[in-house]
């Protein structure tokens, strides 16, 4: 099975601050990578697929790049609604695998 | 977008089976069913077919778990068996992906998730 490691796995930030999460995947998966947010309770959420591309409806202030095995993730100027879990997930294979996840919190 | 409706959680004994169910805004053309344990990370267990009932099973859960559709109500089902505590998770639905190969996409629809307690 494909590895993917997240870091960090947590991070404090502040409304309007940029921040990075990287993801690396334990072999070769071209640009196969996607991200979710996940808040308390609720389900997961797509963000980003193939890499780069935004999902319908996310704000254009979420980005991400990469390719073959390191991937991050940028939230440009944080808002309230961001504090959340992120996690990266390959879909180069199966079964499909996600990081360990990334929490977000308020500094 | 397709909306993913799960059924309620459930409350089992050891040893025992759960039925998880994923009603569909629309026609499925495939699901995806994950867990995530409390305070863990997500974890992929299998894909069905919505038209022709294709299964691709995760290895760890081969033998253990069986995923259904039918069609006429846009119902997904997975049934998982010979449940233990470590089986305790919220169970969610998604949708998107092709269940083999690569696929540029994600689970772009999820369900609510259903909790599974597994205890004595």
């Known amino acids: 099975d494909i590895q993917m490691t997240q870091s960090p796995s947590s991070l404090h930030a502040s409304v309007g601050d940029s921040v990075t999460i990287t993801c690396r995947a334990s072999?070769?998966?071209?640009?196969?990578l996607n991200w979710y947010q996940q808040r308390p309770g609720k389900a997961p959420k797509l963000l980003i697929y193939?890499?780069?591309s935004i999902h319908t409806g996310v704000p254009s202030r979420f980005s991400g790049g990469g390719s073959r095995t390191d991937f991050y993730l940028t939230i440009s100027s944080l808002q309230p609604e961001d504090f959340a879990t992120y996690y990266c997930q390959q879909s180069y294979e199966t079964p499909r695998t996600f990081g360990g996840g990334t929490k977000v919190e308020i500094k | 977008q397709v909306q993913l409706v799960q059924s309620g959680g459930e409350v089992k004994k050891p040893g025992a089976s759960v039925k998880v169910s994923c009603k569909a805004s629309g026609s499925i053309s495939g699901i995806s069913w994950l867990r995530q344990a409390p305070g863990q990370g997500l974890e992929w267990m299998g894909w069905?077919?919505?038209?022709?009932?294709?299964?691709n099973y995760a290895q760890k859960f081969q033998g253990r778990v069986t995923m259904t559709t039918d069609t006429s109500t846009s119902t997904a089902y997975m049934d998982l068996r010979s449940l233990r505590s470590d089986d305790t998770a919220t169970y969610y639905c998604a949708r998107g992906d092709y269940g083999s190969g690569s696929y540029y996409g994600g689970f772009d629809s999820w369900g609510q998730g259903t909790l599974v307690t597994v205890s004595s």
């Open positions: 069905i077919s919505g038209p022709n009932g294709k299964t």
């Open positions: 072999q070769y998966i071209n640009n196969y």
């Open positions: 193939a890499a780069s």
